[in-house]
């Protein structure tokens, strides 16, 4: 039964140097009729998926916060006449400080979103700059007291480190500052470059003096044990909470069960099927106008891909993989059909078995993406 469903809003006021995800310039796109059109993918896609109860709902973007009051009631609105929920499901919304009014964030309450999720990524103005953001660190602590005076409880702030130019005191100066706004929740992600975005025409040019691999694995240690003695858990690789807090949409994608993706760009993982949907505003809408769903692409995952992702999505959680559950939902003990791979990784120190769990070591953190990436293609070994 699907529990989880993420909705793609993919309009931004400013687009940062280093996202690339599927989004637009707000300013005259068609905004209302895109949430409608939103509204009509619910519909089709819940008649061929229907659900009972969703224990997680996703808004993210883009910028769903750069919509105005009264998009936000629609898309809430729409949320809540499509989607069966109760008050118990953790209901999210990523929003950019600075652009969260009290009437924005009422509107979101009294709809029943439970937990925001601020895309704060330092707080280091010059660097903000740099990067290609439209906040600056005075609005983190303006929207985040606002947030508290509405009464939401449950924030969660993210930050990137290994930035152009950063230092390891700087990314430490951004971590003691986070601390002192009393939320539950961080992620901290290392900055990727991706094609098609700003930073990675400069890296071309050789324009982008990157920190480099030492120096980004000291600020991840430093994330680690920052975290560590202020209480918050590492739960996935980079996310951190207090006790009960953890991210339980983020869980559905590395425990590998199933959600919805709605909206432009948007990837579900529905009926066995991997599917992603048109990113461009009016490919994706021109379906919705014939009544069927805009998806791009749709791949029936196969047992042997179900195996592998079940691996290495499973790893990125501290508590790693349970074995009975993976016997259980393959008829097979990962001991198995991953043994050449978890000996190796043993020897080497980035893998321990113990009881139920195949995790990480604390030195397989840091080489995350090399144990990862091979058990991606195991059956054709």
């Known amino acids: 039964m699907i529990k989880a469903a993420y909705i793609h809003i993919p309009f931004c006021e400013h687009i940062c140097h280093y996202c690339d995800f599927n989004k637009v310039f707000l300013k005259g796109q068609p905004v209302d009729d895109y949430l409608t059109y939103l509204d009509k993918e619910m519909e089709l896609t819940l008649k061929e998926a229907p659900v009972s109860k969703l224990q997680t709902i996703f808004v993210g973007g883009g910028t769903p916060t750069a919509l105005n009051e009264r998009q936000l009631e629609k898309l809430c609105t729409s949320v809540r006449d499509r989607l069966s929920f109760d008050e118990k499901a953790e209901y999210t919304f990523e929003a950019n400080p600075g652009d969260l009014s009290v009437e924005k964030l009422k509107v979101l309450k009294d709809a029943g979103v439970n937990r925001l999720s601020f895309g704060v990524q330092t707080f280091n103005d010059e660097l903000l700059k740099k990067i290609g953001r439209s906040h600056r660190r005075a609005d983190v602590f303006t929207s985040i007291e606002a947030a508290k005076k509405v009464g939401f409880e449950n924030i969660s702030i993210d930050l990137i480190y290994s930035l152009p130019g950063q230092t390891v005191s700087d990314f430490k100066a951004s971590l003691d500052t986070a601390f002192t706004l009393d939320v539950t929740h961080y992620s901290g992600y290392s900055l990727i470059i991706e094609p098609k975005t700003v930073f990675y025409n400069l890296m071309k040019k050789g324009k982008l003096p990157l920190p480099g691999e030492e120096i980004e694995t000291e600020m991840y240690e ?103 559950h993976f016997t259980e939902k393959f008829s097979q003990s990962p001991l198995d059909y991953f043994a050449p791979e978890l000996s190796e990784f043993q020897e080497r120190g980035l893998l321990e078995v113990k009881n139920d769990s195949i995790f990480l070591t604390k030195k397989g953190k840091f080489l995350g993406n090399e144990v990862f990436q091979s058990f991606i293609g195991v059956a054709n070994r």
């Open 222 to 324: 430093l994330l680690i044990n920052e975290m560590e003695a202020h209480g918050f858990s590492q739960y996935e690789i980079s996310n951190f909470s207090l006790p009960g807090y953890e991210s339980k949409h983020n869980l559905t994608y590395w425990d590998n069960e199933e959600y919805f993706g709605f909206g432009a760009g948007a990837h579900g993982y529905i009926n066995g099927r991997r599917e992603s949907n048109f990113g461009p505003l009016k490919k994706y809408m021109e379906p919705l106008e014939s009544q069927r769903r805009p998806i791009m692409e749709s791949h029936t995952v196969t047992r042997e891909e179900m195996i592998e992702e079940e691996m290495f999505l499973g790893l990125r959680k501290t508590k790693g993989v349970s074995i009975q």
